[in-house]
């Protein structure tokens, strides 16, 4: 039995080698961690039926922005998770949608496409708070981990030691050539088999499996067998740890939002983040720093309550792109060509060819196209990306790659659904319920509190490098959320 006075004698002195190791400017924080939820509303956070111990504690042991948003359009995966990664938009970091239409080709592109090793970082520009900290220290470890190939690749940057994802036919978590394949994957694919959460049926996991919590908990078996296998927060240096929770987003698309299948997916998620917070601090011994945010919001769908209220519209999509073809033809007939080469709405491509061979000089012909869909069923705006005059300068600027963009920009109305799976929604529009997204920096160095000033996802990436001792560069429109820290920072 130690006596108290000793004791207390003992906590003295070691308090302040606690206190000075403890120090962000003296000791690096061991681990890094982002936490995307694919699809997550800022308001899906503030449930107070939920138990303690994931989003709850996140909301208050976290610096929390109640007002942050994305900057750019569309609101999707790819340009939200790239925006997230990078702290940039679209117009730095290339990734102008999920697909999009490559002019040389003549063929749609997927955004993490790769030309040399089917899917990798290629079409990705510009730096990614990864790559940096890789540069910084080249014993920095870089792991990246998603249900989605896109979110895992854009999140993981260049340079990742690992990114993994699902692959819905094989059932089986997969990387690229461009990535390492860890030797333990196989075992792992092989037990994830045998608990038989994401079985393979007719040739693919089942839709409504992977649109269930499901999806969420096969990602979170394959984290916990990541953090044990390669020792995630016990490297040599930081370690930085990218996941995208993808099941919301699939629930969301099928469901909508205000039914049991979105609660169900959400405690669900709720727990699995609850066990994450607690395997990460036993991983790095409580050294480190995370942001969670996510890649876009969603509208409620118009069989939701909410949406009811709103009054919010469905249009099916190939029945709107048709209409948007059909007012081109009636003013400028084109028997035997669509004036539309491709339709990845904002991102309008349309044939120039046919254009300049009936005589119409290009720009102006952009100008009267666009005018003239400006009044199709559903468009709140349509203009040509970059010219004077045209409405949302800013967004349109950040979002906009001439090589990759649409010839012209299509803005949905608000309130306007464009997804045809029914009860199901959709996202991609400028509008709040899309744009806006929770932003929580949590752990190390992070003062606890709400912020309710404007904040947005390209801070993401600056301010989690400062926890983590890293002077990230900021892209525009981007800042170090300082509220976010302790005051000792
Ligand atoms: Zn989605």
């Known amino acids: 039995m130690i006596p108290f006075r000793a004791l207390r004698m003992l906590v003295y002195l070691i308090f302040p080698i606690v206190l000075f190791l403890g120090s962000p400017a003296q000791a690096a924080v061991r681990l890094g961690v982002v936490v995307v939820i694919d699809q997550m509303r800022p308001e899906s956070l503030d449930r107070s039926d939920l138990p303690d111990g994931g989003f709850r504690r996140l909301r208050r042991e976290g610096a929390v922005f109640t007002d942050a948003r994305h900057l ?48 990798g970082p290629e079409h990705l520009r510009g730096p990614t708070l990864a790559d940096a900290l890789k540069a910084s220290s080249p014993r920095a470890r870089v792991f990246s981990v998603s249900g989605k190939d896109r979110a895992a690749v854009l999140l993981g940057g260049r340079k990742a ?27 792992f694919n092989a037990e994830l088999k045998k608990k038989n959460l994401l079985p393979v049926r007719g040739g693919r996991v089942p839709k409504d499996l992977i649109a269930s ?42 469901y909508g939002l205000e039914v049991p299948e979105m609660d169900a997916q959400l405690r669900s998620l709720d727990l699995i983040l609850g066990r994450l917070l ?17 890649d876009h919001g969603a509208i409620p769908a118009p069989e939701d309550a ?23 033809q009636e003013k400028w007939p084109l028997p035997n060509a669509p004036w539309i080469l491709s339709n990845e709405i904002p991102h309008l491509y349309l044939n120039r060819r046919a254009a300049e061979g009936r005589g119409l000089e290009w720009n102006d012909f952009l100008d009267r196209a666009a005018k003239l869909l400006s009044g199709v069923d559903g468009v709140a705006a349509a203009y040509v ?28 109305g608000q309130n306007v659904l464009l997804h045809d799976m029914v009860p199901g929604t959709s996202h991609g529009t400028p509008w709040d319920y899309d744009a806006r997204v929770p932003l929580i920096f949590w752990g190390r160095g992070v003062r606890a509190g709400r912020t309710a000033s404007p904040a947005a996802t390209v801070d993401l990436a600056p301010t989690l490098g400062r926890l983590l001792g890293l002077d990230y560069p900021l892209g525009e429109g981007a800042a170090v959320r300082t509220e976010a820290f302790a005051a000792s920072r």
């Open 72 to 119: 750019h359009i569309p609101t999707e995966t790819g340009p939200g998770h790239a925006a997230i990664s990078t702290g940039r938009g679209p117009a730095v970091h290339g990734i102008v949608a999920n697909d999009w239409y490559d002019r040389v080709a003549g063929t749609e592109t997927y955004c993490v496409a790769d030309s040399a090793y089917g899917i």
């Open 161 to 187: 030691d690992l990114v993994l994802w699902f692959d819905r036919f094989s059932g089986e978590f997969t990387t690229s050539p461009y990535y390492r394949r860890p030797s333990w994957l196989a075992a």
């Open 213 to 254: 919590p499901a999806y969420d908990a096969a990602l979170d078996l394959l984290i916990s067998e990541l953090i044990a296998r390669e020792r995630v927060g016990r490297g040599p240096a930081t370690d930085l740890l990218l996941i995208s929770y993808s099941g919301t987003d699939l629930v969301g698309h099928r």
């Open 278 to 294: 607690k395997r990460l601090e036993k991983a790095s011994g409580g050294s480190l720093a995370l942001a969670f945010s996510s």
């Open 306 to 328: 909410s949406g009811k209220a709103l009054g919010v519209r469905r249009l099916d999509w190939d029945a709107f792109g048709a209409s948007l073809e059909k007012t081109m």
């Open 385 to 412: 990306p970059g010219e004077k005059g045209a409405p949302f300068p800013e967004l349109t600027r950040r979002s906009y790659d001439p090589g990759r963009s649409g010839d012209l920009f299509v803005i949905m």
